[in-house]
């Protein structure tokens, strides 16, 4: 309330106590009263009280922090910008990625790492099986055969060969290798540009990918023919596939499974162009 408001009442309150204290008897005659007529009980006229000053509750009062008391933003530095080399000087660049992957040395210990990569993608993205580039990944044994009369069958203590590669394969997060395949595309892009490969690079591993996914576990014996020097499989349908297909059931149906299941994972991170 404001303080003219509460002056006006106080100053009417005093007007009124004054007039009913001495204003003169003899000028209001007192009327007198029928006994025979009830004079009805008046309530009484509430009695409004102004609060004193000291008795209005004070307005809230809101203060602004100084500058001092504003706790400030985190400043958060900005991550350097990895540079990368020119191509031809990108081994050592691209060893040190590979190794924080926690590879054996045996799968870095080569020399133009990109271009073998580019050439990797490139075959894969069309069926091919990039032997020259992936010889150094080559198990160790042979492939082994069982011969039942006349009829040849894969011997499947040949699939145990490749077991120590998917489990190489399977410790890398998939998160980790896209991670690694966005930093260097751009010299895997030059790599494939040399090949005469301009598509997208993202898009040829996937189509890669997808040829891995689409392949059938086999069951049971797997049939063989021996038409000249190679081994064939008896199964037309298998036959058909790719080279690249034909290539990695030779690894037999649980490692196949073992892929499939981890390039289901990584393919979803991967860029679609």
């Known amino acids: 309330m404001r303080t003219s408001y509460l002056i006006i009442g ?22 007198e009263i029928d006994p025979a007529v009830a004079v009805p009980t008046l309530e ?5 009280t102004t609060p004193a000053v000291s008795d209005v509750e004070p307005e809230p009062v809101v203060t602004t ?5 504003v706790e400030p ?5 900005p991550q350097p910008e990895i540079r990368l080399p020119e191509l031809d000087a990108s081994d050592g660049f691209v060893k ?14 080569r020399d133009d790492l990109v271009r073998r990569m580019a050439v990797v993608i490139d075959n894969a993205s069309t069926g091919e099986y990039p032997r020259p ?7 160790s044994g042979k492939f082994q055969i069982i011969e039942v009369g006349e009829r040849l069958y894969v011997d499947p203590a040949s699939y145990a060969r490749y077991n120590r590669h998917i489990d190489v394969l399977e410790s890398i997060d998939p998160s980790a290798l896209v991670v690694l395949l966005t930093l260097i595309e751009p010299l895997l892009g030059e790599a494939l540009g040399e090949l005469g490969n301009r598509s997208a690079t993202g898009g040829q591993i996937q189509r890669g990918i997808e040829q891995l996914l689409a392949l059938p576990l086999l069951e049971g014996d797997v049939e063989l023919v021996q038409p000249k020097v190679l081994y064939q499989y008896a199964d037309p349908e ?7 297909q034909k290539q990695v059931l030779r690894m ?7 892929l499939q299941d981890y390039l289901s994972r990584l393919k979803p991170l991967l860029p679609h162009n």
């Open 10 to 31: 106080i100053g009417a309150a005093v007007l009124l106590i004054l007039a009913i204290r001495y204003w003169p008897a003899a000028e209001t005659p007192i009327p």
């Open 44 to 48: 009484p006229e509430p009695v409004v």
């Open 65 to 69: 922090p100084a500058v001092s008391d």
């Open 73 to 77: 933003e985190p400043v958060t530095d």
């Open 96 to 109: 040190q990625q590979i190794a924080d992957l926690g590879l054996p040395a045996v799968w870095t210990d």
């Open 133 to 139: 580039q992936l010889g150094f990944l080559a198990p």
């Open 238 to 244: 298998l036959e058909a596939l790719s080279n690249l």
């Open 252 to 258: 037999g149906p649980l490692n196949v499974r073992r």
